[in-house]
């Protein structure tokens, strides 16, 4: 499994957090410690460890700058992170065979001059013991820097990660993930956080939809039958999601869609199946609509309208 960590690191000393600047910006500290020896043996927490090494060099350079400031001015300012967005603001949704691209946008303001910020994505309850999974960005392998410094003296950053299901991910992928992130400036504080948002991965789902016969004679049974799936990414292939709740929505055929009954999806060898049946009295469009949950995006069909004659 790739851990997006081809970027050689350069040190492995520990980054000064500035706590006043984690305050200013609403983010918690996040500890720079060493890995566990067995984090340490994975290619998550060697990508942890370039990160910490590449923040660690931004400080060392603030720390060797000339002062140009005046001691005043150092020791009454602090690097703020702000407007910090995972995909402007959605969940990021991956099937099973495309490479989906997510994207970290963020601000930095606090001070004039900007040593470097960069962002990862990573996934586990904790750093030391209980990384799972943990990825660099383009930018950072690239040695590229994601941050463009803009009229009014903040530096406005992005930072892309490219997530190949059939490489990099597993069904337990599928969840919260959380944000590293770290900003060095000549301010007298700077913010290193290993929890700056927690966001959500979360395995593509699809849901189909059929109305049928079609058309139909008043007073005749209509079936509606649907199937929700979603993306595995052990397999590889779309499965049935079961025991899952199900909206069936109707219309008229210039009306708007609401939900007339809620059902779980079907097991076994009828896994993600749901099928109702409705009275044949007029023209009408029938869909149904599944609401998504932490792991599994919401997802409605397209309607299938019948014609009753």
Known sequence: MSQHSRRKWTSGKKVTLGVSA???????????????????????AEALKQIRAAAADASEAKAAAPKARTLAASTADATVVSGITVNGGKSARVGTTNTQTVTVKWTVSGGSTLYGSNAAIWRGTDQDSGLKQYMLSEQFEADTDPCVQSADGTFNCTATFKIDPQSDLTNEDAGAWKIELYAITDAATDVDTDNAMTWHLKRWSRLS???????VAKGQTITITGKLERANWDTHKYAG???????????????????????????????GVEK??????????????????STTPPVTATGDCVDVR
């Not at 305050?23 to 998550?44: I, K, Q, R, W, Y």
């Open 22 to 44: 984690l305050a200013a910006s609403g983010l918690a500290v996040g500890l720079l410690v060493t890995p566990s020896a067995t984090a340490g043996e994975t290619g998550a």
């Open 209 to 215: 939809n059929n109305a049928a016969p079609e058309p």
């Open 241 to 271: 999601y079961t025991q899952q709740t199900v909206r069936l929505q109707e219309r008229s055929l210039t009306g708007s869609y609401a939900t007339t009954s809620s059902h779980l999806t079907g097991t076994g060898s009828l896994a």
């Open 276 to 293: 109702q049946t409705r009275t044949a009295t007029s023209d009408r469009c029938y869909r149904y609509k599944f609401e998504g949950t």
